[in-house]
């Protein structure tokens, strides 16, 4: 005779259910670390289910590393583990080093980024990309920030790669990488910042649409490089000023 699968998938539910509340009880601080966890049967009345369902919700909190079974003492509350820092979580932005930091990095992708687009891309890509860097002149010449619509622009050259990785990799970094209004408000490159960065822009954008793969990687590497030229200045310049 074959198992029954509903009662399987109800069990199964149960077990989800017990071990969840157990689990938001013990985060909560509900159950202090080293505290003893009720017995099977306190659990089993307390939640109306079989001594089987707990033992389960047990296990797969023992599995999460939140409680401890003592040989003849009964589960114990362990410390709760400090999560890992995820990549780019803890970036201080307001720190020029920081951004520095990012655009060295960002620098490797979004040149190979550049030149696969110039190979790649599609006209509604190429619109996309074009739209971007319309919005970004726009703002710079209204003075407004333009940290959203840059980043924006550079999401569209990654969209262009085809490769969905570039997207994901930029996102994660964020686009507080980006903080313009920092950069207008001290560039003296010649006081015509609004110029200088247009004219970085529409050389990588003219290279991406007549398939200059390696004008493209050219003209993107000269804008990254030249940003973080530009951070590294208000670095010397800050650290001058202490």
Request: net charge negative.
């Amino acid at each position: 005779m074959e198992p029954d699968k509903s009662k399987q998938r109800s069990a199964g539910n149960l077990v989800a259910k017990v071990s969840s509340e157990l689990r938001q009880s013990i985060q909560a601080g509900n159950f202090a670390t080293g505290e003893k966890l009720p017995s099977e049967a306190k659990l089993t009345e307390a939640f109306g289910v079989s001594r089987t369902v707990i033992r389960e919700a047990i296990a797969a909190l023992r599995a999460d590393g939140l409680v401890e079974a003592r040989q003849g003492a009964g589960v114990f509350v362990r410390e709760i583990p400090v999560p890992d820092t995820l990549p780019f979580q803890n970036l201080d932005y307001e720190r020029i080093s920081s951004v520095v930091e990012v655009l060295e990095l960002r620098t490797g992708v979004e040149v190979e980024a550049a030149g696969l687009a110039a190979v790649r891309r599609s006209p509604q890509q190429e619109e996309a990309i074009i739209g971007c860097h319309n919005r970004v002149l726009a703002q710079l010449e209204a003075g407004e920030a333009t940290s959203e619509a840059d980043f924006a622009l550079h999401l569209a050259i990654a969209d262009a790669t085809n490769n969905p990785r570039f997207r994901e990799f930029l996102s994660m970094v964020g686009s507080g990488v980006i903080p313009r209004a920092a950069l207008q408000a001290t560039d003296t490159a010649g006081g015509d910042y609004i110029a200088h960065l247009h004219n970085e822009h529409s050389q990588i954008i003219e290279a991406i649409l007549t398939g200059d793969e390696a004008g493209a990687r050219d003209a993107m590497h000269r804008h990254l490089k030249g940003s973080q030229a530009r951070y590294r200045a208000m670095l010397r310049r800050s650290r001058a000023n202490l």
